[in-house]
Nanobody
Framework: QVQLVESGGGLVQAGGSLRLSCAAS????????MGWFRQAPGKEREFVAV????????NYADSVRGRFTISRDNAKNTVCLQMNSLKPEDTAIYYC?????????????????WGQGTQVTVSS
């Protein structure tokens, strides 16, 4: 069992930065690939970034590649999303998720655990 708690969201002006964190409970955290997803008002939830258990493999949505960076610290049971050059269209609730299969986490179908989400609002 893994419980995920996101933090770090807030209100920022366009061009600014935020760093989201996801704290995971459970001793099996290291076994899971971790992903970030987001859902804007009136839209479906979409993939943002994913990282495998060893931190070697990462993948990003085209819309955030080059601006966002996903990282994890297995010793601290945390995964982070550094978001730079934020745009108003990045406004959404951001969710952390965990799953055992990297590619299934990547496409959102294999996430076994989800956090409650943290709001990110980017003003123009």
């Amino acid at each position: 069992q893994v419980q995920l708690v996101e933090s770090g969201g807030g209100l920022v002006q366009a061009g600014g930065s935020l760093r989201l964190s996801c704290a995971a409970s459970g001793r099996t955290f290291q076994r899971y690939s971790m992903g970030w997803f987001r859902q804007a008002p009136g839209k479906e939830r979409e993939f943002v970034a994913v990282i495998n258990w060893s931190t070697v493999i990462t993948n990003y949505a085209d819309s955030v590649r080059g601006r966002f960076t996903i990282s994890r610290d297995n010793a601290k049971n945390t995964v982070c999303l550094q978001m730079n050059s934020l745009k108003p269209e990045d406004t959404a609730i951001y969710y952390c998720a965990a799953g055992s299969n990297y590619w299934l986490v990547r496409d959102g179908t294999g996430c076994d655990y989800w956090g409650q989400g943290t709001q990110v609002t980017v003003s123009s």
